[in-house]
T-cell receptor, first 116, second 111 residues
Framework: DAGVTQSPTHLIKTRGQHVTLRCSPI?????VSWYQQVLGQGPQFIFQ???????GRGNFPDRFSARQFPNYSSELNVNALLLGDSALYLC???????????????FGDGTRLSIL | DQQVKQNSPSLSVQEGRISILNCDYT??????FLWYKKYPAEGPTFLIS?????DKNEDGRFTVFLNKSAKHLSLHIVPSQPGDSAVYFC??????????FGKGTRLSVIA
């Protein structure tokens, strides 16, 4: 069975540009979450979607937006890129809303975004 | 304010010995704790979890211990193997809230 897939794997952008990252959850999973992992830190929560509705948002500026499609795949959009947006962006899916202890989130391998 | 803390950035252990990774938390509302393992160029992989109503959970070579009064949990790996070398993240959740991660501990198992 395919796991969580993310595209692209690597991306280089310049300041001020816009980027779209994509995520396909595990088949049957209806919840998708996005995390940002900066070097030396743990993943930080950005967004959570369940059944195509936003169910949670982390402490990120409005330049960050996301959506979930009818097939449960998701996009993360970041506008007006800053150098500090350079990070690994992780997508995670789970069967139910939010992770639980016995229904943990499953992560993709991430998109490495570099801002020049 | 960091709610989940992993105070040891790195740990080196000899193959066959026990690895103990520690994690402290501040939010008493957390009701589940999870450990994830991350290899370079891969996403985090779920390893083991423990409910806040338990004090121990075991899965093969991996055991997680929870001390609620001390707000402390630990992951024991016995015996440690070279393939266990990775970054280990402690994470916690409360209800349907998203995962809150620590900064991670890099484990190196030396053959």
């Amino acid at each position: 069975d395919a796991g969580v897939t993310q595209s692209p794997t690597h991306l280089i952008k310049t300041r001020g540009q816009h980027v779209t990252l994509r995520c396909s959850p595990i088949s049957g999973h209806k919840s998708v979450s996005w995390y940002q992992q900066v070097l030396g830190q743990g993943p930080q929560f950005i967004f959570q979607y369940y059944e195509k509705e936003e169910r949670g948002r982390g402490n990120f500026p409005d330049r960050f937006s996301a959506r979930q499609f009818p097939n449960y795949s998701s996009e993360l959009n970041v506008n007006a890129l800053l150098l500090g947006d350079s990070a690994l962006y992780l997508c995670a899916s789970s069967l139910v809303l939010g992770p639980t202890g016995n229904q943990p989130q499953h992560f993709g391998d991430g998109t490495r975004l570099s801002i020049l | 304010d960091q709610q989940v803390k992993q105070n040891s950035p790195s740990l080196s252990v000899q193959e066959g010995r026990i690895s103990i990774l520690n994690c402290d938390y501040t939010n008493s509302m957390f009701d589940y704790f999870l450990w994830y393992k991350k290899y370079p160029a891969e996403g985090p992989t779920f390893l083991i979890s423990i409910s806040s109503i338990k004090d121990k959970n075991e899965d093969g070579r991996f055991t997680v211990f929870l001390n609620k009064s001390a707000k402390h949990l630990s992951l024991h790996i016995v015996p440690s193997q070279p393939g266990d070398s990775a970054v280990y993240f402690c994470a916690a959740i409360s209800g349907n809230t998203p995962l809150v991660f620590g900064k991670g501990t890099r484990l190196s198992v030396i053959a």
